[in-house]
């Protein structure tokens, strides 16, 4: 591979202007809620959305129902809130962000973001009732985006899990094989790149070396940051990574993952084109990951 191979990382294309500043703009944020026409709202209940006729239920702010205001911000014109409600309120037409994966990974970039900054909130919100200090309830403040304590008055702020997830290249031939690992959980043929949490104290190169040692036996050396995604399920930043082996040989860990091999282009394609081989879906940046390893586009997806 003469020339270096450009892959867009799907929830990362296309971000908004999140406007930070106008949170606590207390006359903007009541003439941009006025106007109809230039803002759009996403209701959220729970963490759930409304999907109707194939896409996601925006509604003008008029439309809208009482609920926690998020302002998710600004792009082409239009300033963008989401509505969180109670979850009560989500019948079969309401659904998760897994449910959504689909459509996501064939959106070109319109919503995708905002989405995924939506629903990551609302996920925080849901899952954050009281005070860590305390024990006392939060109130939202700064349009969902800090809660502060109605007793002590401390302040939380959203929590971001950060994960490395990385496609392994042998070290020794780093053009001619990548290593992809398998769940114990998953229909047969599917494998994707290995994936872990960053631990306290840990740089994300000694994650992605230790993680990659637990699960595979693999020893790895440099390690090259590729690109980053939010991944609200519920609240990670996958942090892109491609680390050289220095070693060969595999020894799975046989509980969170069951199977690893060594993938040379040539099987990977002709695996995939088999079915033999299921990849992971384009929204999700381990396909941005081995799509770069291979040089270009594969076939099949999960």
Same mark, same amino acid.
């Given at each position: 591979?003469? %020339? *270096?191979?450009?892959?867009?990382?799907?929830?990362? #294309?296309?971000?908004?202007?999140?406007?930070?500043?106008?949170?606590?703009?207390?006359?903007?944020?009541?003439?941009?809620?006025?106007?109809?026409?230039?803002? /759009?709202?996403?209701?959220? =209940?729970?963490?759930?959305?409304?999907?109707?006729?194939?896409?996601?239920?925006?509604?003008?702010?008029?439309?809208?129902?009482?609920?926690?205001?998020?302002?998710?911000?600004?792009?082409?014109?239009?300033? +963008?809130?989401?509505?969180?409600?109670?979850?009560?309120?989500?019948?079969?037409? +309401?659904?998760?962000?897994?449910?959504?994966? *689909?459509?996501?990974?064939?959106?070109?970039?319109?919503?995708?973001?905002?989405?995924?900054? =939506?629903?990551?909130?609302?996920?925080?919100?849901?899952?954050? /009732?009281?005070?860590?200090?305390?024990?006392?309830?939060?109130?939202?403040?700064?349009?969902?985006?800090?809660?502060? $304590?109605?007793? $002590?008055?401390?302040?939380?702020?959203? #929590?971001?899990? *950060?994960?490395?997830?990385?496609?392994?290249?042998?070290?020794?031939?780093?053009?001619?094989? $990548?290593?992809?690992?398998?769940?114990?959980?998953?229909? *047969?043929? #599917?494998?994707?790149?290995?994936?872990?949490?960053?631990?306290?104290?840990?740089?994300?190169?000694?994650?992605?070396?230790? %993680?990659?040692?637990?699960?595979?036996?693999?020893?790895?050396?440099?390690?090259?940051?590729?690109?980053?995604?939010? +991944?609200?399920?519920? #609240?990670?930043?996958?942090?892109? $990574?491609? =680390?050289?082996?220095?070693?060969?040989?595999?020894?799975?860990?046989?509980?969170?993952?069951?199977?690893?091999?060594?993938?040379?282009?040539?099987?990977?394609?002709?695996?995939?084109?088999?079915?033999?081989?299921?990849?992971? &879906? &384009?929204?999700?940046?381990?396909?941005?990951?081995?799509?770069?390893?291979? &040089?270009?586009?594969?076939?099949?997806?999960?």
């Amino acid at each position: 591979m003469d %020339e *270096p191979v450009t892959v867009e990382i799907a929830l990362s #294309r296309h971000p908004h202007d999140r406007v930070a500043e106008r949170r606590t703009d207390e006359a903007w944020l009541a003439e941009v809620w006025a106007d109809d026409e230039n803002t /759009r709202v996403l209701v959220v =209940a729970g963490t759930r959305v409304q999907v109707v006729d194939a896409g996601l239920a925006w509604v003008p702010p008029s439309q809208a129902p009482e609920g926690t205001k998020v302002l998710l911000g600004e792009r082409d014109g239009t300033v +963008w809130f989401a509505v969180i409600i109670d979850g009560s309120h989500a019948d079969q037409s +309401w659904m998760p962000l897994r449910g959504l994966v *689909p459509a996501l990974a064939d959106d070109t970039g319109e919503q995708a973001a905002l989405i995924v900054h =939506a629903i990551g909130i609302a996920e925080w919100l849901w899952a954050t /009732r009281h005070c860590i200090r305390c024990g006392g309830t939060y109130e939202p403040m700064q349009l969902g985006h800090v809660l502060r $304590c109605t007793d $002590c008055g401390r302040e939380e702020f959203p #929590r971001t899990d *950060p994960a490395v997830i990385m496609v392994v290249a042998d070290g020794e031939a780093p053009d001619d094989r $990548c290593l992809l690992g398998r769940h114990p959980s998953w229909p *047969p043929g #599917r494998y994707s790149t290995l994936a872990g949490f960053v631990e306290p104290g840990e740089s994300i190169e000694q994650a992605v070396r230790r %993680e990659v040692y637990e699960e595979s036996g693999i020893k790895v050396g440099d390690v090259e940051y590729f690109g980053s995604q939010p +991944w609200p399920l519920p #609240r990670s930043l996958m942090i892109g $990574c491609i =680390a050289k082996a220095t070693s060969a040989d595999i020894s799975v860990d046989g509980l969170e993952i069951e199977d690893a091999r060594w993938f040379t282009r040539e099987q990977m394609k002709a695996e995939a084109e088999a079915g033999t081989l299921v990849l992971p &879906g &384009g929204i999700s940046i381990s396909r941005s990951l081995i799509e770069h390893w291979y &040089g270009g586009p594969l076939p099949g997806q999960w």
